[in-house]
C-alpha cells in the first residue's frame, strides 16, 4: 500500500516560515519524482516545487523561487519543502505528489500517481 502523509501545516504570520514534510511508506523514495502542489479556495492546484530522488534535481515555481527550498532525506524516506518569507497568498492546502522515475511534466497533477491529504498552510497576520 503506497502512501504519503504531510504534515507541517499551520498558522503563521507574514515573513515567517514552516516546514513541511512528506513522509512516504510502501516503497522506497530512491527512483521518483515528488512534487509539492497547492490549492487555494476557488483557485486551481498548481505545482509549487519537486525534487527527484535518484540524482537530487529540483524545480521550483516562479513564485516561488527564492523563499522555498524543496531536499530529500532518502534514509528517512522523506522529503521536505522549507517555507521562508511566506506571504498571505502562499494560503492553501499543500499536498505531496509522486510518480515513478521522472515526470513528464513537473507541474502537472496529471503526471503524479500517488497524492497525500493535503496539509493547511494560513498566512496572516
Known amino acids: 500500500q503506497v502512501q504519503l502523509v504531510e504534515s507541517g501545516g499551520g498558522l503563521v504570520q507574514p515573513g515567517g516560515s514552516l516546514r513541511l514534510s512528506c513522509a512516504a511508506s510502501?516503497?522506497?523514495?530512491?527512483?521518483?519524482?515528488i512534487a509539492w502542489f497547492r490549492q487555494a479556495p476557488g483557485k486551481e492546484r498548481e505545482g509549487v516545487s519537486s525534487?527527484?530522488?535518484?540524482?537530487?534535481?529540483?524545480y521550483y515555481a516562479d513564485s516561488v523561487k527564492g523563499r522555498f527550498t524543496v531536499s530529500r532525506d532518502n534514509s528517512k524516506n522523506t522529503v521536505y519543502l522549507q517555507m521562508n518569507s511566506l506571504k498571505p497568498e502562499d494560503t492553501a492546502v499543500y499536498y505531496c505528489?509522486?510518480?515513478?522515475?521522472?515526470?513528464?511534466?513537473?507541474?502537472?497533477?496529471?503526471?503524479?500517481?500517488?497524492w497525500g491529504q493535503g496539509t493547511q498552510v494560513t498566512v496572516s497576520s
Open positions: 510502501g516503497f522506497t523514495l530512491d527512483a521518483y519524482t
Open positions: 525534487i527527484s530522488t535518484s540524482d537530487g534535481s529540483t
Open positions: 505528489a509522486a510518480d515513478y522515475l521522472y515526470a513528464s511534466s513537473w507541474w502537472d497533477r496529471m503526471s503524479y500517481e500517488y
